[in-house]
């Protein structure tokens, strides 16, 4: 069997963020990203701080894993990143997953094409807003939403706009009038990843949840979209493995 480089196994939690948000969830977390955006949550997976934790597993190896850590305590597994599309061989892990009947759930950002997305139960894409230091390859965008929509029409895809300023708000109203038929959610921006008072941390985004949600209020351009914070920053705060 072909190797995936590993970072983390978690779970059960719950999805935080997003198109199933609240769904229980195991979480599988890939090593490596072609972005490098400046608020990345998850920055160990590419800036080389935690390449000593990087395992070479195989789809066998993550499923023992799952299995070892989540019992029969789950149905439905988030891969998430770094940027998972980058993996040709996380094929073998995606029909594993599906050969034991559980729902599959990506996080990328919308820069790599492959085949297997098309076998995604939840796909959610995250183009990302000027505030990450990233530009957005629109016709690489095109390509892959043009793609999955042919390919994967039993299965739910969403675009997620991570927003922390009005910069952001303007990028993100152009990617959903971009897309209008594609579901759309503004996630609101951790600006303290490395805050470790919970509580506090908890405050300043609430307040930024309301300052994004008054934006949308106000916009006629966003009248079909869905506001959300990340639920399990919360709950838990930038504790890592939740
Ligand atoms: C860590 S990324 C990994 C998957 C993929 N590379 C991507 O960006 O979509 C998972 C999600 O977390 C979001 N995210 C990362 N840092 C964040 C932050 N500081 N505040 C809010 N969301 C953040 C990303 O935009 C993405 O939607
Ligand atoms: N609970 C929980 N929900 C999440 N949704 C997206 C996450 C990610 O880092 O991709 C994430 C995560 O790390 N934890
Ligand atoms: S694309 Fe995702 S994992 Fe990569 S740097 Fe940006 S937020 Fe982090
Ligand atoms: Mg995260």
Redesign the pocket.
């Known amino acids: 069997m072909k190797k995936i480089p590993v970072l983390e196994v978690f779970g059960p939690t719950i999805q935080g963020?997003g198109m199933v948000i609240g769904q229980k969830t195991m979480f599988v977390r890939t090593a490596g990203?072609d972005?490098s955006?400046s608020?990345?949550?998850?920055a160990f997976t590419w800036d080389g701080s935690a390449k000593d934790d990087i395992r070479q597993l195989t789809a066998d190896d993550i499923w023992s894993e799952l299995i070892q850590l989540g019992g029969d305590r789950f149905s439905h597994v988030t891969i998430?990143?770094?940027?998972p599309a980058l993996l040709t061989n996380l094929f073998e892990l995606v029909s594993l997953l599906k050969q034991n009947g559980k729902k599959i759930a990506i996080?990328?950002?919308g820069s790599k094409y492959q085949e297997w997305l098309n076998d995604i139960d939840d796909l959610t894409i995250?183009p990302k807003p000027p505030s990450s230091g990233m530009k957005t390859d629109f016709d690489k965008l095109d390509e892959i939403i043009e793609k999955v929509s042919l390919h994967n029409q039993e299965n739910l895809i969403s675009l997620?706009v991570?927003v922390f300023d009005l910069n952001d708000l303007a990028y993100a109203k152009k990617v959903h009038l971009r897309y209008p038929s594609i579901p759309f959610y503004l996630?609101?921006?951790?600006e303290d990843?490395s805050k470790s008072d919970t509580t506090e941390l908890a405050q300043t985004l609430l307040t930024k949840y309301e300052w994004l949600i008054e934006q949308v209020i106000e916009d006629s351009d966003l009248n079909d979209v869905r506001v959300l914070p990340?639920l399990h920053t919360l709950v838990w705060g930038n504790k890592r493995g939740v």
């Open positions: 963020e990203c972005y955006c608020w990345c949550d998850s998430s990143g770094g940027n996080e990328t950002q995250s997620k991570v996630q609101v921006g951790n990843v990340q």
